[in-house]
C-alpha cells in the first residue's frame, strides 16, 4: 500500500517545495524563521548607510518657491487659486502640506535604499486621523492619499518627521524638542517595524491604532487628547453635515444651501453629470455593497472647496436620501496625477503607466490601510477622473501645531508607528526591519535631515509671502 503524503517520504511538509502562493511574492523560507529578508536589509546598510538620511544636498536647479506654487496650481480651478496661496501663506507648516511635488523634487536627490512600498506621498503630520468603520468603531491611520504611489519608503518618513519639526514649532516646543520629535517619528518607525518582524504575518497585517499600539509608541500623553477627538468624530456624520447644510426643497425633498467661498450650488448640467457618474462609480464597489446603495436616491449636488493642497481641484458633495429621509453624503473628489511622479525616475524608480488616477488613489488606500471607507470607489465626469468616498465618516484629526508642547513627542511616536505599520503592508517589515536596527543611528539622521528641511521650508515659505505682498501671485484668506 503507497504511503499517505506527508508519511515517509511524502511530499507534505518536509518534501512540499515551498513555493509562493501569490506569483511575486516569496514565502517567509522557514516556518517561525527570520529566513534572508532580515539579512538583506542588513546588507543595504553597506550599500545606503543609515548615517547618509542626513544628508540634504539642495540642486542649484531647484525651483524657487513661488514657481513651485504656479506650477502646482496649473490645471486647477484659476478662481480658487488665490484661496489656495493664502491657506499655503498662513505659515511652513502649511505651506509644507500645499509642497508634496516640491519635496518629491529635493527627496529625489537624497541617499534611499531602493526598497520600495506603497507610499503615502504626503505623509505629513496632520494627514492622520480618526474615520469610522463598517460597525460604528473608529480607527486611526493616515487618511489622505491624494499622491499615493510605489516609491522610497524613506520619503514618506523623512516628509512626517519634517511636518513634526514645524508643527512643534507653532507649538511653541523648543529646537531641541523639535528634534527630538523628528527623531521620535523615526525611532517609533523603526521598533514599530521590528515588532510587526516577529509577530505571526496575519496578526500583523491586521494591526490597528488601538490602545495596545498607544502604549507600544509611548503615547499615553496622547490619550485624553485623542479621546477628546474621538467623542468629537462620532457626532461628525453625513446627518449632522446635512442638518446644517441643506434646506428643504420645493418637491419636499432637500437641497444644499450655500456657503461661500466653501460651499456653492452648481449648475443643472454639470450637477446632473456627477449624479450620473455614480453609475460608473457603482461598478467599481463591491457588488455585496450595491443592495445597500440602491437604497438611496440622488437629491442634490454641490461643489466644495477642500484641504489645503487640494484647493482648486474639483471637488463634489451628493446628498442621498433613504426611504425615511435620511441622509448619506458622498464627497467625488478630483484625482489628479501623483505630484511624485515626475521625480521617481530620478530615483531611479519607473512608474507603470496608471489606467485611473481615481483607481490609483483607492487601491493605494487600500493598500495602506488596514480598515477602509467601504463604500470607497471611483469614477469619470466629463474626462476626468475621481475618486468617491463617505463624507464626514465620524472623522476627526489632530492638530499637530495646536498640541500642548509635551505632547508633540507623543504624537510624533503615534504617527511613526501608524506610518510602519501603513508601509508593511506592501514592503516586507523584516526587510526593513533588518536595514533600520536596533540602535539610533537612523533615527538621528533623519532627525538631522528634518531639521534642516524645515529650516528649509521656513525660508521657501517667506519667500511665497513676499511674492504676496508685492503683488507677484494673489491671495486671499478664506473658511
Request: charged letters at 25%.
Amino acid at each position: 500500500m503507497p504511503a499517505a503524503r506527508g508519511q515517509g517520504g511524502g511530499a507534505v511538509g518536509g518534501g512540499l517545495p515551498r513555493v509562493p502562493v501569490v506569483r511575486g511574492f516569496a514565502p517567509r523560507s522557514a516556518p517561525g524563521g527570520e529566513g534572508g529578508a532580515k539579512a538583506r536589509g542588513k546588507a543595504l546598510r553597506r550599500s545606503t548607510p543609515r548615517a547618509e538620511h542626513a544628508r540634504l544636498d539642495l540642486d542649484p536647479g531647484r525651483p524657487d518657491a513661488v514657481a513651485a506654487v504656479e506650477e502646482s496650481g496649473r490645471g486647477r480651478i484659476p478662481e480658487l487659486t488665490p484661496l489656495r496661496v493664502g491657506r499655503m501663506a498662513a505659515g511652513p507648516f502649511a505651506f509644507l502640506r500645499g509642497t508634496a511635488g516640491l519635496m518629491a523634487y529635493d527627496l529625489a536627490r537624497t541617499p534611499v535604499t531602493g526598497v520600495t512600498a506603497q507610499i503615502c506621498g504626503d505623509a505629513h503630520a496632520a494627514n492622520f486621523g480618526l474615520y469610522g468603520d463598517a460597525r460604528g468603531g473608529l480607527v486611526m491611520d493616515l487618511n489622505d492619499f491624494d499622491e499615493t504611489v510605489r516609491g522610497p519608503w524613506e520619503w514618506d518618513l523623512k516628509r512626517l518627521a519634517t511636518s513634526l519639526v514645524l508643527a512643534g514649532r507653532e507649538a511653541g516646543l523648543s529646537e531641541e524638542g523639535c528634534r527630538e520629535a523628528a527623531g521620535d517619528v523615526a525611532g517609533s518607525y523603526r521598533r514599530t517595524l521590528r515588532l510587526l518582524a516577529r509577530m505571526p504575518a496575519a496578526e500583523a497585517w491586521n494591526a490597528i491604532a488601538d490602545e495596545r499600539l498607544v502604549s507600544h509608541a509611548d503615547a499615553r500623553d496622547l490619550l485624553g487628547t485623542l479621546e477628546a477627538v474621538s467623542e468629537k468624530a462620532r457626532s461628525n456624520t453625513s446627518g449632522r453635515f446635512a442638518a446644517k447644510s441643506t434646506e428643504e426643497a420645493p418637491d419636499g425633498g432637500r437641497r444644499f444651501v450655500e456657503a461661500l467661498p466653501v460651499l456653492r450650488r452648481v449648475p443643472d448640467a454639470e450637477a446632473a453629470a456627477v449624479a450620473l457618474a455614480l453609475e460608473g462609480y457603482a461598478e467599481t464597489l463591491s457588488e455585496d455593497r450595491l443592495p445597500l446603495l440602491a437604497r438611496y436616491a440622488v437629491h442634490d449636488v454641490a461643489f466644495r472647496v477642500v484641504g489645503t493642497g487640494s484647493v482648486g481641484t474639483r471637488s463634489y458633495v451628493v446628498l442621498l436620501l433613504d426611504h425615511r429621509g435620511e441622509p448619506l453624503v458622498l464627497q467625488v473628489k478630483e484625482a489628479r496625477p501623483s505630484a511624485l511622479v515626475p521625480h521617481l525616475a530620478t530615483a531611479g524608480i519607473g512608474t507603470p503607466p496608471v489606467e485611473h488616477e481615481g483607481r490609483r488613489v483607492v487601491l493605494g488606500q487600500r493598500h495602506m490601510q488596514v480598515v477602509s471607507d467601504v463604500l470607497l470607489g471611483w469614477t469619470t465626469v466629463d474626462g476626468r477622473h475621481y475618486q468617491v468616498r463617505q463624507f464626514r465618516n465620524r472623522k476627526g484629526s489632530v492638530d499637530p501645531a495646536a498640541l500642548a508642547a509635551d505632547q508633540v513627542d507623543d504624537y510624533a511616536r503615534m504617527t511613526g508607528a501608524l506610518l510602519a505599520r501603513a508601509h508593511s503592508h506592501s514592503a516586507d517589515p523584516r526587510l526593513l526591519a533588518g536595514y533600520c536596527g536596533k540602535n539610533t543611528e537612523l533615527d538621528e539622521a533623519v532627525a538631522s535631515f528634518a531639521v534642516a528641511y524645515a529650516d528649509r521650508m521656513e525660508a521657501d515659505h517667506a519667500d511665497l509671502v513676499a511674492a504676496v505682498r508685492s503683488g507677484r501671485i494673489a491671495a486671499e484668506t478664506g473658511a
